[in-house]
């Protein structure tokens, strides 16, 4: 494959099909470089050298589904299960405001104990004590007016990975119950009712061929996300995919590279995954053209349990602690926090 192929996805923003699946199975350290680098400089470009910083909170780790995949799912009978008060995620708001972080993020796995009454009066509070933060929310999937309640109660942004564009390879990761057209109904209710919508997929996640990953790239493509959140699958002991191998670092970065040069803009993290399979995972992440970490802020006592795959990262930092280690990290990168 020429090198200038790479020129070719900066300028044109895409690729054809056969060479963006080259771009993910080749063996040429050249071009892979090129691909990266290329990559951090438009991020660079567009962003300097700031990465964002996004509060996480885990509000809750009950669920009433069963992904396959997932270390929380309602049929591992091994986790003990927390849902946070309003009052915990006010506290974990104001820990985040001390530390400067400007969004917080409500991430949690489908508890039926959250009404859409209890989210839309958790959400009107954190925008009613800080009006300019951005408040993101990662939910799962919920009826239309649960989106539409909680964004007039002042969330901007939701993130719902599609996890993958192929139905099929998608029903083979969820139970029957679950659905890829009403992932995809959700994922257009969002972005009709104006809130910044993010998407992504797991990389290396059980039966997933390299087409299904161009795919997801198409998939991206056409919905034209405000944010990519993309990591690699890592196994979890308790789910029927225990046994299965988990993704592959170096394809994520690959990934990452060519998602930033088709989408210069759009906000981009380097995840606590793929910082998990590898110990400088997240700098990678960055030297690849991520722009975004999101630092953990629930309580310390309950972080444990929300684990989604084994072995996950900052499971006893301090959320102080854990922001300043990430600031580290990207101090030595020549980068810093925002
Ligand atoms: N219930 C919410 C939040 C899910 S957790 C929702 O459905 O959107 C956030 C993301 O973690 C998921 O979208 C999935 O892509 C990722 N995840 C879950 N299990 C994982 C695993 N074993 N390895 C890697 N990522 C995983």
Not at 42 to 61: D, P, Q
Not at 88 to 100: A, K, N, P, R, T
Not at 163 to 171: D, I, P, Q, S, V
């Amino acid at each position: 494959m020429k090198h200038d192929v790479i020129d070719i996805l900066r300028k044109e923003r895409s690729l054809a099909d056969a060479e963006l699946r080259e771009l993910l199975v080749s063996d040429d350290n050249e071009l892979i470089a090129k691909l990266k680098s290329q990559a951090q400089e438009v991020a660079v470009s567009v962003f300097g050298h700031e990465i964002k910083s996004r509060g996480l909170i885990e509000i809750s780790n009950y669920c009433k589904n069963n992904c396959l995949y997932c270390g929380i799912r309602a049929g591992n009978a091994d986790v003990e299960r927390y849902r946070l008060s309003a009052e915990e995620i006010w506290e974990c708001c104001e820990q985040g405001d001390l530390l400067g972080f400007q969004t917080f993020v409500l991430q949690g796995g489908e508890d039926v104990r959250h009404t859409t009454e209890w989210i839309e009066m958790v959400v009107r509070e954190i925008r009613r004590r800080w009006p300019e933060k951005a408040i993101t929310l990662s939910l799962g999937e919920r009826p239309d007016e649960d989106y539409e309640r909680w964004f007039a109660a002042g969330a901007d942004r939701y993130l719902l990975r599609h996890e993958t564009a192929n139905a099929e390879h998608y029903g083979r990761l969820h139970p029957e119950v679950m659905s890829f057209e009403n992932r995809m109904r959700c994922l257009q209710t969002l972005k009709r009712i104006g809130y910044e919508t993010g998407t992504g997929m797991m990389v290396g996640s059980p039966y997933q061929t390299v087409d299904d990953l161009v795919a997801d790239l198409r998939f991206i493509e056409r919905l034209q996300p405000q944010m990519i959140g993309i990591g690699p699958f890592v196994s979890h002991r308790d789910t029927p995919f225990a046994e299965c191998a988990s993704g592959s670092v170096e394809t994520t970065l690959r990934l990452i590279a060519i998602l930033r040069l088709m989408h210069p803009k759009a906000n981009i993290p380097a995840t606590t995954s793929l910082g998990t399979l590898a110990k400088d995972g997240r700098e990678q992440g960055i030297m690849a053209g991520a722009n975004v970490v999101m630092p953990n802020l629930s309580p310390v006592s309950q972080r444990k349990k929300y684990a989604l795959y084994d072995n996950k990262i900052c499971m006893d930092l301090e959320a102080a602690e854990s922001r300043r280690a990430i600031e580290e990290q990207l101090a030595k990168l020549g980068y810093f926090l925002s």
